[in-house]
């Protein structure tokens, strides 16, 4: 864990005091959850303090923008004190101050750049603008002391699936992406179809650990010319056909049932009476749907949510492998949100492996978003120079290998 500055920047020199170390306080806010990191020559966390507003946002079934900037503003002070202390180190201790500036939700943020250029302007530090999902990628180098460039990264988040490929610290060449909706969008979207709740992720993940895979045979969508590329609209679109099928079957049940009864002179059955029989009744104020735990054709919803999460899994590792086989590289990373699921991680290793690479992939913590691995991006940007001003400003549609 505790690598030689040296060790791990292979082609660039530090301009901080080798023996010292060079420390990094990061910030990252760009979506729903308030961090800081203290970490050490971009491989050591010395402190990683995450804020989430999961329990806020839970209540409107996904993030409201609005929400989310207010709760940074209100958490971002004690967040950074809490690393700082956790990290047993002051601000004077720092070598540079680092902050997410895209992309990312323009309200959060805009909090975190303003936070990081008022610190740095302050205590007088130099700034480092970091790119939110090469701060993702570079997670690995945290979990995994010996990674270096080249690699190739499976990035999957709640707003991003890219395969990249890392050609060296900070230089990026894009070799696939989504067409339409994001892996873990995908999954967020699922999961409140079923009835889950947010964040949809983790909850389908658990769910499928109990249902067949191959219970329903969903599409796995392939884009002409594109071969690394991937589109899930489809398999979504697949997903809801299917519950929406079973709900019209459900209500032609529930209607032929009321009718008999009627005519055996029985009260019809009342909305909670057939909400107890598994037949769906809409919406609930969460933005989540009822779903039945079995369908009409005894599949049940553990089923659906192992067949769906068969179906991404499957044409993420499928199409990852064979990119890094068509690059010729031997190193495979999974990053971002999705790069925490059991299944993707099972699955990249056993065929990873059985193809002669090597699958690396963060522990969980540093998977979803973090401070800690905006730190560790940071840190190869800060040896390159790349140290920004106090422009910086927030950019939320920040491309990859974008300054
Ligand atoms: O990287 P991240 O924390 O935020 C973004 O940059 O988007 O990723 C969040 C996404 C959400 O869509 C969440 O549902 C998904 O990652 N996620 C998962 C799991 N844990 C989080 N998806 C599948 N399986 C999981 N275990
Ligand atoms: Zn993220």
Request: glycine share 10%; proline share 5%; with cysteine.
């Amino acid at each position: 864990m505790l690598p030689a500055c040296a060790a791990n920047s292979r082609r660039l020199s530090n301009p901080c005091d080798d023996m010292k170390g060079t420390y990094i306080l990061a910030i990252e806010s760009s979506c729903d959850e308030t961090a800081a990191a203290v970490v050490k020559n971009g491989r050591e966390v010395l402190s990683n303090v995450i804020s989430s507003q999961i329990a806020l946002h839970t209540l409107y079934g996904g993030v409201v923008p609005e929400i989310a900037s207010r709760k940074h503003i209100e958490k971002i002070n004690p967040v950074i004190t809490e690393a700082l202390a956790a990290a047993k180190m002051s601000l004077a201790d720092m070598d540079a101050i680092a902050v997410t500036y895209g992309p990312g939700l323009v309200g959060s943020l805009l909090v975190g750049v303003a936070e990081a250029k008022a610190i740095a302007f302050a205590a007088n530090k130099p700034l480092i603008g970091v790119h939110h999902i090469e701060g993702h990628v570079s997670a690995n180098y945290i979990s995994h002391p010996d990674l270096e460039p080249p690699f190739l990264c499976l990035v999957v988040s709640g707003g991003h699936t890219h395969i990249v490929m890392v050609e060296d610290y900070g230089t990026y060449r894009i070799i696939g992406r989504t067409h339409d909706d994001a892996a873990g969008e995908a999954y967020d979207k699922i999961a409140r179809a079923i009835g889950l709740g947010y964040p949809g992720g983790p909850k389908v993940d658990a769910l499928a650990k109990q249902g067949d895979p191959n219970a329903i045979a969903f599409p796995r969508a392939h884009i002409e010319d594109c071969p690394y590329d991937f589109s899930f609209s489809g398999l979504k679109s697949a997903v809801l056909n299917y519950l929406n099928i079973e709900k019209m079957k459900a209500r032609d049940v529930a209607s032929r049932g009321a009718q008999e009864a009627s005519e055996a002179g029985e009260a019809s059955a009342k909305p909670g009476e057939l909400a107890r029989h598994g037949v769906p009744t809409g919406g609930d104020a969460e933005g989540t749907e009822a779903c039945p735990d079995t369908f009409s054709d005894g599949v049940t919803k553990a089923d659906l949510a192992a067949s769906f999460q068969e179906a991404v899994v499957d044409v993420l590792v499928t199409r990852t492998i064979a990119a890094a086989k068509a690059e010729g590289v031997t190193t495979v990373a999974i990053a971002g949100g999705v790069a925490s699921n059991s299944a993707l991680r099972n699955r990249m290793r056993e065929v990873g492996e059985a193809n002669g690479m090597r699958v690396v992939y963060p522990e969980p913590i540093l998977c979803t978003d973090n401070a800690a691995m905006i730190g560790a991006a940071a840190y190869y940007e800060f040896l390159r120079g790349n140290v920004a001003d106090l422009t910086l400003n927030a950019v939320p549609g920040l491309k990859l290998g974008e300054r």
